[in-house]
């Protein structure tokens, strides 16, 4: 792709064109643009109430199916029992089964106990008892059929969740700091921030056919606890000389098989002014983004091409209508972002995140969890981007028996640093994309490690994802070990496996940037191998690490030598 661009209302003439609305009009270059113009997204609801519930799988137009549903947070899941080895080789209407994921949008992590329980209901009565904590705050659940849709949005919808464009191509879910508004050391609460986008934009016509996903996230905490980086945009809080406590705005980042992290524009955004910072970015993205090769269609592919110059220039004169002020960078991290463990709220209660294994918990798990926070004292939480839960309010003599209670769900508040640092996407359980098994390899895993690093003195937590594809719903390339899911040839036999990532992450309390992984040329290992490969890499780790100078696992993997990785 070209680095330079003309001014952004000209095509170029040496190139295809894009399919850039504002710049080659708004004629559909593909299949899929073409019925996201026909009929939008947003329009399929009332067909799922009154049309496709009442006449089932068997009675849903397939555009709606593979397209449309996508804005309500429905996909259909894989069939059971089609190995990995076949994903690439079957149509979709091969691989799935007449049963959906449902995703359930929850903007900033924030949930009470009553709408827990409502999720925890559904799942039990609709879902199988599955639950999932995604990384990127939401709610998944598993073996929803169509017909039970209008009931299940009936509940949502009365305790204030849904699942409007929680997937397709639109605004998706708003990622928030887990501990805004409670966290004694916080910069700002973002909440009102949050609630202004969501509520103004999402379901909003003008923005429900974007050219693909659109990422955000919003944090207050000096921790940086969103994963900005990693967003289509992003605003961190800073301290601004001049202006006070505001944001910094990041845009462009994405992972997937093309990875880049986001950049700084370098302006200050005032909280008063971070909703139209964000539609004009939105609107951007919309107006200028890629969209004849879907490949290509994500933000980050026209940030590279603009520059943030470039970028911000459109942004304040096309969009906003005015120069928005420089700004600083926010100071690099000096907390942990996934906030484990017992901390003191500003009101002089407490906070307790706790991790399940992987993300993975149940309808029942969630209903005692309810029961368990109001019994002390509580009626809310929060959900985080690294697949855990902040239980909040808690009063400080109540602490210990919170703690010993969530124990008993297998939430814990004081987990090994493996499993608080281990996440996995769906996998081939449920995933029509993924080609091999996740949570139950990761949850075996972390399960063995704890006995085998037992013996050990791990300097941090170790973050370990795993993915089942070469996609990166489970951010392989920012983790000290990625995990990502392909067919792998071990001793001559083909074998679900994982190519391996060494050495990424975001800004933390351990590194002041963010960086991506390391490949290692032949580095593979089998999918029943991951723990046999983490004990050897920690250990060798362990055994060479400059420990004078605090070094790292991920500083460490970036200047070892491969056979040191192998």
Same mark, same amino acid.
């Given at each position: 792709?070209?680095?330079?661009?003309?001014?952004?209302?000209? $095509?170029?003439?040496?190139?295809?064109?894009?399919?850039?609305?504002?710049?080659?009009?708004t004629t559909?270059?593909? %299949?899929?643009?073409?019925?996201?113009?026909?009929?939008?997204g947003?329009? &399929?609801?009332? $067909?799922?109430?009154?049309?496709?519930?009442?006449?089932?799988f068997?009675?849903i137009?397939?555009?709606?199916?593979?397209g449309?549903?996508?804005?309500w947070?429905?996909?259909t899941?894989?069939?059971?029992?089609i190995d990995?080895?076949?994903?690439a080789?079957?149509?979709?209407?091969? /691989?799935?089964d007449?049963?959906?994921?449902?995703?359930?949008?929850?903007d900033?992590?924030?949930?009470t106990?009553?709408?827990?329980?409502?999720?925890?209901?559904?799942?039990?009565?609709?879902g199988?008892?599955?639950?999932?904590?995604t990384d990127?705050q939401?709610?998944?659940?598993?073996?929803?059929?169509?017909?039970a849709?209008?009931?299940?949005?009936?509940r949502?919808?009365? &305790?204030g969740?849904?699942?409007?464009?929680?997937?397709?191509d639109?605004?998706?879910?708003?990622l !928030?700091?887990?501990?805004?508004?409670?966290?004694? =050391?916080?910069?700002?609460d973002?909440?009102?921030?949050?609630?202004?986008?969501?509520s103004?934009?999402?379901?909003?016509?003008?923005?429900?056919?974007?050219?693909?996903k659109f990422?955000?996230?919003?944090?207050?905490?000096?921790?940086?606890?969103?994963?900005?980086?990693?967003n289509?945009?992003a605003?961190?809080?800073v301290?601004?000389?001049?202006? !006070?406590?505001g *944001?910094?705005?990041?845009?462009?980042?994405?992972?997937s098989t093309?990875?880049?992290?986001?950049?700084? /524009?370098?302006?200050?955004?005032?909280?008063?002014?971070?909703?139209e910072?964000?539609?004009?970015? %939105?609107?951007i993205?919309?107006? *200028?983004g890629y969209r004849?090769l $879907?490949?290509?269609?994500?933000?980050?592919?026209?940030?590279?091409?603009?520059?943030p110059a470039?970028?911000?220039?459109? /942004?304040?004169?096309e969009? @906003?209508?005015?120069?928005?002020?420089?700004g600083?960078?926010?100071?690099?991290p000096?907390?942990?972002? =996934?906030?484990?463990g017992?901390?003191?709220?500003?009101?002089?209660?407490f906070?307790?995140?706790?991790?399940?294994?992987? !993300?993975?918990?149940?309808?029942?798990?969630?209903?005692?969890?309810?029961?368990?926070i109001?019994a002390?004292?509580s009626?809310?939480? $929060?959900?985080?981007?690294?697949q855990?839960l &902040?239980i909040?309010?808690?009063?400080?003599?109540?602490?210990e028996s919170?703690?010993?209670?969530?124990d008993e769900?297998?939430?814990?508040?004081?987990?090994? /640093?493996i499993?608080?640092?281990?996440?996995?996407?769906?996998?081939i #359980?449920?995933?029509? @994309?993924a080609?091999?098994?996740?949570?139950a390899?990761?949850t075996?895993?972390?399960?063995?490690?704890?006995e085998?690093?037992?013996?050990? =003195?791990?300097?941090?937590?170790?973050?370990?994802?795993?993915?089942?594809?070469?996609?990166s719903?489970?951010?392989?390339?920012?983790?000290?070990?990625?995990?990502?899911?392909?067919?792998?040839?071990?001793?001559?036999?083909q074998?679900?496996?994982?190519?391996v990532?060494?050495g990424?992450?975001?800004?933390?309390?351990?590194?002041?940037?963010?960086?991506?992984?390391?490949?290692?040329?032949g580095?593979?290992?089998?999918?029943d191998?991951?723990?046999? *490969?983490?004990e050897?890499v920690?250990?060798?780790?362990?055994?060479?690490?400059?420990?004078?100078? =605090?070094?790292?696992f991920?500083?460490?993997?970036?200047?070892? #030598?491969?056979?040191a990785?192998?």
């Open positions: 792709m070209s680095e330079t661009v003309q001014s952004p209302g000209t $095509r170029r003439a040496s190139s295809k064109p894009n399919g850039q609305w504002k710049i080659d009009g559909p270059l593909n %299949a899929n643009e073409e019925w996201k113009q026909e009929d939008g947003l329009a &399929v609801r009332e $067909r799922i109430e009154n049309v496709y519930a009442e006449g089932g068997a009675s137009d397939k555009t709606d199916l593979h449309r549903f996508r804005w947070g429905l996909y899941q894989r069939k059971p029992g990995g080895g076949r994903t080789t079957l149509e979709p209407h091969e /691989l799935e007449e049963y959906f994921m449902l995703r359930v949008r929850i900033g992590g924030q949930l106990t009553e709408q827990l329980r409502v999720i925890a209901g559904i799942s039990e009565e609709f199988r008892d599955t639950a999932d904590l990127r939401n709610i998944q659940l598993h073996w929803i059929q169509v017909e849709m209008p009931e299940i949005w009936r949502l919808e009365g &305790v969740l849904g699942t409007t464009e929680a997937c397709g639109v605004p998706r879910v708003v !928030g700091s887990p501990v805004a508004g409670i966290a004694a =050391d916080e910069l700002i973002p909440t009102p921030q949050i609630d202004e986008i969501t103004r934009f999402i379901g909003d016509e003008s923005l429900a056919n974007l050219p693909r990422k955000s996230a919003i944090t207050g905490h000096p921790s940086q606890d969103v994963v900005h980086e990693i289509d945009v605003f961190v809080a301290e601004h000389p001049e202006h !006070g406590i *944001y910094d705005l990041w845009v462009g980042g994405g992972l093309a990875p880049r992290l986001a950049e700084r /524009l370098g302006v200050f955004v005032a909280p008063e002014r971070v909703a910072a964000w539609h004009g970015v %939105a609107q993205f919309r107006d *200028y004849r $879907r490949n290509k269609a994500r933000l980050k592919f026209l940030l590279a091409e603009w520059g470039r970028f911000r220039e459109v /942004l304040e004169t969009y @906003l209508g005015y120069a928005l002020p420089d600083p960078a926010a100071p690099a000096l907390t942990a972002g =996934d906030h484990v017992v901390h003191r709220q500003k009101d002089g209660r906070y307790v995140g706790v991790t399940p294994i992987v !993300g993975r918990v149940s309808g029942p798990i969630l209903s005692r969890l309810a029961d368990l109001e002390h004292g009626t809310r939480l $929060r959900t985080t981007p690294h855990k &902040v909040l309010d808690i009063p400080e003599d109540k602490v919170l703690i010993a209670g969530l769900l297998g939430l814990s508040a004081r987990p090994s /640093l499993r608080r640092g281990t996440i996995a996407c769906t996998g #359980e449920f995933c029509k @994309l080609i091999v098994e996740t949570k390899n990761a075996a895993a972390v399960l063995d490690l704890e085998r690093l037992a013996d050990l =003195d791990l300097p941090h937590p170790l973050s370990l994802h795993v993915n089942g594809c070469p996609n719903c489970a951010r392989i390339q920012t983790a000290d070990i990625g995990l990502k899911g392909q067919l792998v040839t071990i001793d001559g036999e074998v679900p496996g994982y190519q990532h060494l990424g992450g975001l800004a933390s309390q351990d590194r002041d940037e963010a960086g991506l992984g390391r490949t290692v040329r580095l593979k290992v089998a999918a191998g991951i723990a046999d *490969y983490t050897r920690v250990r060798r780790f362990l055994a060479e690490r400059d420990a004078a100078t =605090d070094e790292t991920a500083q460490w993997a970036h200047r070892a #030598e491969e056979e990785l192998q």
